[in-house]
Structure formats: structure tokens, C-alpha cells
């Protein structure tokens, strides 16, 4: 069973945990019609096959995908904190993640107070 929250936990199961992050890094947070169609949009994310086990398991409808920390606000931070454990200056760090300078301060703050991390989503960091 899949650590990934809602339908994706449900999609990890049957077209695989690779199909599931590939549908969130692209379609995270936004509505998406299910189609088992080869070569449709959703096998164009997935592939032809998880597609159709896609479609299977859902159905033909429009669903919203969640983002899984794999997009927006959440990604940025999560990986603004992986920069900075690893070391890297504050200025470099808002630059690659496209946030404030100020947002970076307040997670190395947040981070020195509380020195215990939230254990991540995923057991391999993810690159974007």
C-alpha cells in the first residue's frame, strides 16, 4: 500500500508509485479528465499502460489531482529545507526555489528552533 495521500495512494497501487509522482509532478492541484486512450493526456503523462489501469481503477471522469508536496508552496519549502541542511547559503537557496529571501530566513529560524524535521513524504528527494 502507498504513503501518498488520496487518489494517488490509490494510483501508486495499481499503475505503480513512478506513474503516481509523474501524474502529480504534472498535474498536481489541477482538475484532469481520466482517459485510458492511447497517446491522451494521461498517457502522455504515465505512459499507455498505467493509463489504462489508471482509467480502470476511476473511471472516465475529471478528477483533482493532489499536489503531494511535489508542486507548489510545499515543494518549494521542502526543498529550500533540504538546501539548507545541506549547507547551502541562504541567497542561493531563494533563488533555486523561487521564493523570498525573507521566506528562507524564516526556515532557518524555524529550523534552528526546532531541529526535529517532519519525516518526508517520500524516501528519495526528489528533483524538479
Known sequence: MSRLPGILG???DVAGLDAALKLARARGG?????S????GALAQIVGDEAAVRIAELLGSIEYTIPMANLRGQKARRAKARLMLQQG??????????????RTIERLRRRE????????PLFDRPETQ
Open 30 to 34: 489541477t482538475a484532469m479528465k481520466i
Open 36 to 39: 485510458g486512450k492511447a497517446g
Open 10 to 12: 490509490e494510483i501508486a
Open 88 to 101: 547551502v547559503p541562504s541567497s542561493k537557496v531563494a533563488l533555486a526555489v523561487d521564493v523570498h529571501l
Open 112 to 119: 534552528r528552533e526546532d531541529p526535529e524535521p517532519q519525516l
